[in-house]
């Protein structure tokens, strides 16, 4: 295993490296985003997830798109997004935002939502509906669906990935030890047959993890060994950063010549792409993994 630097626990609580400093959002794009956001009552991740890439990429002209509602029936203890039960879903909310996009000129969507484990489809009907919206709206534009966990619900599966997206993603976020304590409602097996069923259906697979959770080096090759056999074409790698003191606490700060090694260990595992660095999301640079 390559020995590269790492920063032990007790010094990186105190201050975040030089490497994670993001330029607050500013700017007329950015505030033209803002305002299509709000004129449309529309959730975005970026908003809800606290990412620390929304000033550049509002300030670019995009956004990812958050349907469902903005409370998550699931309590994962890195996620931002507020738990709860969520209201009753909105019917019209496919149109507003294929609206939304064709305003914005946007030429590669990525639209997300939160669980909604209450929903007997898990919503899959509104990720169809909205999905299909789009490319009624804005014919050329790209689409990235950033999927949940459909709880074994295949069904469900079909109908989400079935209108007409260039890419789907479902997120591992972690490696398998630590999903009892940071997907308590997931299963690592699950997620993986979730990928697995989406490319046997014949689309393009993304998936994204968190690092500093306190997970091992050979855990993360472990875990990257386990996409390629399931089918995954995409990994997004970023560092975890704490939304509030009450979240899983950040157990490490991981190196960027450690995300450069990830990158390359991934893609010599059978990867199609892999974007790795501090600040990247699952949705960061999604325009450049549609054709890969």
Known sequence: MIDLPVIPSQQQRAKRPDWLRVKLPIGPEYASVRKLVDTYKLHTICESGNCPNMGECWGAGTATFMILGN?????????????????????????RVAEAILLMKVKHAVITSVNRDELKDRG?????????AV???????TIETLIPDTKGNW?????????????????METVERLYRRVRPQARYERSLEQIRRTKDYGQRTKTGIMLGLGETQDEVLKAMDDLV???????TLGQYLQ?????????????????????EQGEQRGLKYVEAGPLVRSSYHAERHVHV
């Open 135 to 141: 490319k009624e709206a804005s014919p050329t534009t």
């Open 155 to 171: 069904d469900a599966l079909i109908r989400m990935i079935e209108g007409g997206q260039e890419v789907v993603s479902h997120n």
């Open 243 to 263: 939304p509030t003191k009450m979240h899983h606490e950040v157990i490490e700060w991981i190196h960027p010549d450690t995300f450069a090694m990830y990158k």
């Open 124 to 132: 899959a009907e509104i990720w169809y509906q909205t999905v299909r």
């Open 71 to 95: 409370v998550c029936t699931r309590s994962c203890t890195f996620c931002a997004v507020a738990t709860g039960r969520p209201n009753e879903y909105d019917t019209d909310e496919p149109r």
């Open 229 to 235: 056999e399931n089918g995954c074409d995409i990994l």
